[in-house]
């Protein structure tokens, strides 16, 4: 009996001078005495008083997580019936704060003279310290998915899917709830994950609100497996949380990349998982997106043209140039003045602007370019006014002006430098669910009409229409959309939508302007509807201030 209090002396010295050189804690566990000692560090951490105690089985049973104690128990049963010599599990502990912590625990059996079981001796490591795994959700971590990559030749797989699941607005839950209801959600989402994957299936917990499924078996008649499985966790997220009566709402987003024999082993797989998961974001949310090679090239040509827009406007607006269209006054057969449309060239060629501005829009590049059409668009107003004096300009406003920046200061500061009469200009916001931004965009559209700043709604039509936001927000004009113009003669629908939106403005002590009129047929019939304005390539394409000046600026009875 002395000597195996000499070895347990021993072994406590030996411990306690390595766990000063190891982050790990070290532990005795004398199996015939149930008494166990750890390293002293243990005890500011997990749920236990000291770091030497005996009744160490009732002890250790209440530190581990519930749900894996029947777990250990059995490993230690197993221990000392001599049914095994290691002990390597991994399961939870519980912290001071009762929350869970997953551990890797490995011991080795030492046994005494008479060759019987007597101490478990190892080391018990945190995973979520050393990145392997994620301690809210209990998923494995990025680092291992990495390894588990490198390895699928190795190990043979050869087909199969990533799904990156994301959870939607999730820095708008942190901010808005805090960390403790972004941290239930996601251990949730993994919960619904679990239900949902065969038992081949690996689960990962990647950055932020992302939770990555690897999955090596698509034996299965679905053409698009991934989708399959999303449309499946996402049912299961939703019977969650009908179940739990809303407590915790969100919804989840997903990106596929799908490999095959010929790419499995590519970390390249993370990034595309990732460039699909972005995408159905982007798309609206809630929604299954799969990556494909031609949705990435389109991505990168973007970021390209976003970056040759960005040099454009540092080196004083390079390539952007406005054209301007003939607005015709109906009543006195002549030209009421212009829109003027922004244009940009990039190694001589025009770029669509359905292509550049919603670039603009996305970068906040649209908030110095627009300035700089606000200023451009006045200077060639007050050049043309000295031939025809009350020529007027109308100048297309982006909602991002108007939500991002001081418009209204901006156009303060041009009028008031220039000398421009305010009567002379037409800001065009087009109509979208944009106008549905509530209480700040209702200000900022009232705050024009107590400047006298025209505003007319550009597009009518085509977003959520209402004549309300003509009344509420106080608009001069009403542009009905090209696209009805262009059906008038051939569907009776829009028509009558074009002659009652028409009457309707007329009113309310409104002016129409009709859109897209092309050809003489076209014309004539929107001749009857009595609009004030028209717009189209019947009369003039958009062109170049100088092709402006030659062909259109001071000529009478040009059109009618």
Known sequence: MGNMIADYEQFDNVLSILAQCTDDYLFIYDLKEDHYKITKRAVDVFKFDEADFYNASEVLHECVYIEDRLMFKTSIEMLKSGETDKHDLEYRWIDKS?????????????????RNVHYLVGRIAELGRKNKIDNITGLYREVVLRNDIVNMRRDMVYSGFLLLIGIDNFKDINEHYGKERGNKILHSLAGCIRKCIKSTAKIYRMSGDEIMIFYDDINTTFNEPAKELYKKIRSAVDDMIRENAYELFYTISAGAAYFTENDAGDLNLLDQAEFALRLAKVRGK???????????????????????????????????????????????????????????????????????????EESGLIIPVGKWVIETAMKQCIKWQKVCPDFRVSINLSFVQIKKSDVLHDIDSCIERLGFQSRNVLFEITESGELEVGFMTKNVLEAFHRRSLNLAIDDFGTGYSNLRYIKDMMFNLVKIDQAFIRG???????????????????????????????????????????????????????????EFEENYLGKSNLFI
């Open 488 to 546: 008038i003669r051939d569907s009776k629908y829009d028509y009558m939508v074009v002659k009652q939106f028409t009457e309707l403005a007329h009113s309310l002590n409104l002016k129409v302007c009709y859109e897209g009129v092309e050809t003489e047929e076209d014309f004539n019939c929107v001749r009857e509807l009595k609009p004030d304005y028209i717009q189209g390539y019947y009369f003039a394409r958009p062109v170049s201030s100088t």
């Open 98 to 114: 009762d929350n869970p912590i997953w551990i890797s625990c490995r011991g080795k059996i030492i046994y005494d003279n008479d």
């Open 286 to 360: 809630n929604m299954y997106v799969k990556y494909l090679q031609k949705d990435y090239v389109d991505y990168v040509i973007k970021l390209d043209m976003q970056e040759h827009l960005r040099k454009a406007v540092e080196n004083d607006f390079e390539g952007f140039e406005l054209y301007y269209q003939p607005i015709v006054n109906i009543e006195e057969k002549s030209i009421l003045g212009a829109e003027a449309l922004l244009r940009w060239r990039i190694a001589g060629d025009i770029v669509s602007p359905g292509d550049f501005i919603p670039l603009l």
